[in-house]
């Protein structure tokens, strides 16, 4: 049971808190769904221990057009997935390549593990980023699809700012959204002639 309420309170510390505090600070969903669905795809890179590099190069390179954190949380979301696909991308590498099947012994894996990699080794990990990339832009569609709702919702639950307007009000419509709330009828009135 103490596990349990370690690998809790891990979780907490390490996801949830850091999502909840993305979510209160008001970000587009829009720019939300593209940042989760960066570093989710990024995040199954088929090479353990690149994707936070990959990761702090795509944010270094996107700058503004991605949410650095949101990236970060994501990939660290995404690690488990990223072991369990490694099989399936090397598989899929060899099918869209008509490469040769490689055998998964754990002679292999202690070859790669002691850099004692042979040419069969190298290409087969070559085999397993061919298939990653092939499938990239399919999982960064699929999950930026399903994200942009959901973070629409919980940016309206969680965020303590309103959402930026997509275009900002003429000094005419201030003056009238001003007048409506003070309920100035002939200011209206003549900024209804002005606007018409």
């Not at 832009?137 to 919702?153: C, D, E, M, N, R």
Request: some cysteine; overall charge positive.
């Amino acid at each position: 049971m103490a596990n349990i309420g370690l690998l809790t309170m891990w979780l907490n510390k390490k996801i949830v808190e850091p999502l909840l505090e993305i979510l209160r600070k008001g970000a587009e969903p829009k720019l939300l769904a593209f940042s989760a669905a960066l570093g989710f795809t990024i995040g199954l890179f088929p090479i353990c221990g690149t994707t936070v590099i990959i990761c702090g190069l795509a944010i270094a390179s996107l700058g503004s057009h991605c949410h650095a954190p949101t990236v970060m949380v994501i990939n660290l979301i995404a690690t488990p997935i990223e072991l369990s696909l490694m099989v399936p991308f090397l598989r899929f590498g060899e099918y869209v390549s008509g490469g040769p099947h490689f055998p998964l012994t754990s002679d292999a894996l202690k070859k790669v593990l002691t850099l004692q990699a042979s040419r069969e080794v190298l290409l087969s990990i070559a085999h397993a980023l061919l298939g990653w990339l092939v499938a990239a832009p399919i999982i960064f569609a699929a999950v930026y699809i399903l994200s942009l709702p959901l973070f629409k919702v919980l940016v309206l639950k969680f965020s303590t700012r309103p959402l930026s307007p997509k275009r900002s009000l003429s000094p005419t419509e201030v003056r009238l959204k001003s007048c409506l709330q003070e309920g100035r009828r002939e200011t209206m009135e003549e900024l209804e002639e002005h606007l018409l």
